[in-house]
């Protein structure tokens, strides 16, 4: 659906606040979508932990940010709230749609039952929603990524990396779409070296426990497997993924960071120097393709996967150690090529 206007840009931090009280306010009481402007651009409502997390939600937020500066439209980004309900989150979601915003976006699975009722009662208006969570509806696009392929990569980087035989692996939430990253890893451990052994931990089992929220079980759980030995440890956990770094660089082992190039936020360089490399997925691309779609006249709908194959998974390589180690590039090289052939199936649970 193209535009035909648009509104001057306001503050970020005027737009976030003035949604996240429009979000406190309880059910809204009209849901026609003819109430919607058709005004205003994308829009995206944070998983747990929010932006500044350092990983899935700055990505998300790095998406609307270049979509802001290409299309010059106005964006809003709105914070999660402690102990939210999905009658919140919909609340919120139904507050985005009906001031204009299109494309609307719910970052992370906890989204899908409300993304689904606010996209039945605004019709005309694109929703998206980041991660597992497949939603069959015509003004849907389900932003979905092969996690598993990425953490395979990441499991045989870890192989080749250990000197102990043994790593670790941090889970923030025991649920399906964190298993692809466990799933995934120790397939790639075990294909690579058969010697070396996974220690894998889950910090809660809801999200309402903090499991992607929690720098400090992040950091506990990666001292316990540490202390057994472990010298490589992948956090795919969110938030709490900086107290797994922040516990390697303390000990002086590896970590392997998720979803964003970690060695490159400014919140962790003081331990970039310990953070091999991430299994990343390409949040701010997805997002920004779905924006980019909606602008278009042509919106993105149905699952949109990225995968190996696609460039939307995969390790980065901006530490130097990583990136010049020949042997484990070739290693890491060679298991691409096989995934993408479809030599190699990886597991997703």
Partial sequence: MRRISRITVAGAATASLALALAACGGTSTSSSSSESKGDKGLAIAYDVGGKGDQSFNDAAYAGLEQAKKE???????????????????????????????????????????????????????????VD???????????????????????????????????????????IPLIHKFQAGYEQGVKDTDPKVKVISQYLTQTAEDGGFSSPDKGKTAAEGQIEKKADVVFAAAGLSGQGVIEAAAANKVWAIGVDSDQY????????????????????????????????DGKPETGIVRGDLKSGEVGLSDSNPKFADNAELQAAIKTAKEKIVSGEIKVKSS
């Fill in 71 to 129: 299309f010059g439209y106005e964006t809003a980004d709105v914070e999660p709230t402690d102990g939210e309900t999905d009658a919140d989150k919909e609340q919120r979601l139904v507050s985005l749609a009906k001031q204009g915003h299109n494309p609307v976006i719910g970052v992370g699975y906890a989204y899908a039952a409300a993304l689904k009722s606010a996209a039945e009662k605004y019709p005309d208006t694109t929703f998206g929603i």
């Fill in 132 to 174: 597992d969570a497949t939603i069959e509806a015509k003004n849907v696009a389900d932003l979905v990524f092969n996690e598993e392929q990425a953490s395979y990569l990441a499991g045989v980087a870890a192989a080749k990396s250990t000197k102990t035989k043994t790593v670790g692996f941090v889970g923030g939430v025991d």
């Fill in 264 to 295: 490159k936020q400014d919140a962790l360089a003081k331990y970039k120097d310990y953070i091999l490399t991430s299994a990343t997925k390409d949040v701010a691309k997805a997002v920004y393709n779905l924006a980019k779609s909606v602008e």
